[in-house]
């Protein structure tokens, strides 16, 4: 258990669906992410929220749609999904700077397992 | 570009014995080298970081160095053991820190 949790575990969509994926961390982290793993590709970065403002959007479609309403909360909205959209996707956290944690080292949740069909 | 790799792509090794998990980076202008450990289906543990001052650092039966200069970075595992059968991925830290490149991840299967 890293404290990060991440719900649902598993989602299959339909291409004109919409449906959310929610993160929550428990280790009073500042900075949280979204990252997309798909078979035989490395993980992949997708957001970055720093202090509840997003710093980083890294060329991601606008079907995806993150939303974080506070430091302990992050969402991944998502509609008009294509099927290579299906991946395990990732959330972490890390403590910006300062705090008793080494700086900037990452706790990842268990995923979400996305099925676009 | 930046670019995290990892050779070998999947390695079995008997119990018992040491495994080397190479790690190489393109930019040498890292803030930090995390090492994470990957069971299937699952999220990632994070192992190991390695600040770009530091040289390397220990858990247990880990060791994690780094050579800035030379763009590598090394996980050793001693007496492995099966439950260390997994998928060991490397991260580096860019300028920022907090944005993380993976490499493609090094699967490790121990024999009992």
């Known amino acids: 258990e890293t404290g990060v949790t991440q719900t649902p575990r598993h989602l299959v969509m339909g291409m004109t669906n919409k449906k959310s994926l929610k993160c929550e961390q428990h280790?009073?982290?500042?900075?949280m992410y979204w990252y997309k793993q798909s078979a035989k590709k490395p993980l992949e970065l997708m957001f970055v929220?720093?202090?509840?403002?997003?710093?980083e959007n890294n060329s991601v479609p606008s079907r995806f749609s993150p939303e974080c309403p506070n430091s302990s909360h992050l969402f991944l909205h998502l509609h008009t999904l294509q099927p290579e959209d299906s991946a395990l996707y990732l959330c972490?956290?890390?403590?910006?700077?300062?705090?008793?944690?080494?700086?900037?080292?990452?706790?990842f949740g268990p995923g979400t397992r996305l099925t676009v069909t | 570009k930046q670019e995290v790799t990892q050779i070998p792509a999947a390695l079995s090794v008997p119990e018992g014995e040491n495994l080397v998990l190479n790690c190489s980076f393109t930019?040498?202008?890292?803030?930090?080298l995390q090492w994470f450990r990957q069971d299937p289906g699952k999220g990632l543990t994070s192992l190991l970081l390695?600040?770009?001052?530091?040289r390397e650092q220990t858990s247990g039966r880990l060791n994690a160095s780094l050579d800035k200069s030379s763009g590598r970075s090394t996980l050793y595992i001693a007496a492995s053991q099966p439950g260390d059968s997994a998928t060991y991925l490397c991260?580096?830290?860019?300028?920022?820190?907090?944005?993380?490149?993976f490499g493609g991840g090094t699967r490790v299967l121990v024999k009992p």
């Open positions: 991260a580096r830290g860019g300028a920022a820190g907090n944005k993380l490149t």
């Open positions: 930019d040498s202008a890292i803030y930090n």
């Open positions: 280790l009073g982290h500042n900075a």
């Open positions: 972490a956290s890390s403590q910006e700077s300062g705090g008793g944690a080494a700086p900037y080292e990452q706790y």
């Open positions: 929220y720093s202090l509840e403002e997003r710093v």
């Open positions: 390695i600040q770009s001052s530091q």
